[in-house]
């Protein structure tokens, strides 16, 4: 598709139950970025990546969280143990990578996120 | 490290008149700056970027102003929309390629 896409939309969890988010970037897109946006609240960095490299994971908050991307496209983000106040949207990105001078957005394009509620 | 503020939360306006978005930032090394609106159930969408070494850029129907000296960045819409209605974000890129940081969100409301 044209966009980035995440799947599920919406993912209720029992606390301690295991997670998995899953991002598809958009096709050739080098960087891949994950954030958490809390209700109400701006996104925040948790991890990126370039092609199958995990450059920066310094946003994860726990050893419970860990991304992938092992043939340098299709992203997931595991959460182990889920707990209350990880209920949030997670949310993907992608861009070409790189710095693209003299465009603008450095090519981040957002998909719609997947909202997780746990109960 | 960076952090990003924005000074209201919400801001309602009519349609027609201009609206003002403001942001702080803290990191005066900081030199790429992004504003995104965000509708409810989606993701951050694109509105308009600056760098550095410019104070103002316009885009069709908005302006993002730069002060670097007071390290303040604003969002200008012109004769605003009920499309408009959104929650805004101004993002700072932490390095070059790398993580944005975003502030907390200005919520526009747009009454008809």
């Known amino acids: 598709g044209a966009g980035v896409s995440q799947s599920p939309r919406y993912k209720v969890a029992k606390r301690g139950q295991d997670v998995a988010l899953r991002c598809d970037p958009i096709?050739?897109?080098?960087?891949l970025f994950w954030y958490q946006q809390a209700l109400g609240q701006g996104p925040e960095f948790l991890t990126y990546?370039?092609?199958?490299?995990?450059?920066?994971k310094s946003g994860l908050p726990s050893d419970r969280f860990f991304a992938e991307r092992p043939e340098g496209s299709v992203s997931t983000l595991k959460i182990q143990r889920t707990q209350q106040e990880d209920s949030a949207v997670y949310l993907c990105a992608s861009s070409l990578g790189g710095r693209t001078r003299g465009r603008g957005n450095y090519g981040y394009t957002f998909g719609s996120g997947t909202r997780l509620t746990v109960v | 490290g960076e952090s990003v503020g924005l000074h209201l939360p919400t801001l309602s306006v009519q349609e027609g008149d201009n609206s003002i978005i403001n942001c702080a930032y803290s990191?005066?090394?900081?030199?790429?700056f992004i504003w995104y609106k965000q509708e409810s159930g989606k993701g951050p969408q694109f509105i308009i970027d600056?760098?550095?070494?410019?104070d103002k850029r316009q885009g069709q129907r908005v302006t993002v102003l730069l002060n670097k000296t007071v390290k303040h960045l604003s969002l200008q819409i012109a004769a605003t929309q009920p499309g408009d209605s959104a929650v805004y974000f101004c993002a700072v890129l932490y390095n070059q390629g790398g993580k944005l940081i975003f502030g907390q969100g200005t919520e526009l409301s747009v009454k008809p």
């Open positions: 990191n005066s090394a900081s030199d790429y």
């Open positions: 096709s050739g897109h080098v960087s």
């Open positions: 990546f370039q092609n199958e490299a995990q450059l920066d």
């Open positions: 600056i760098r550095s070494n410019m």
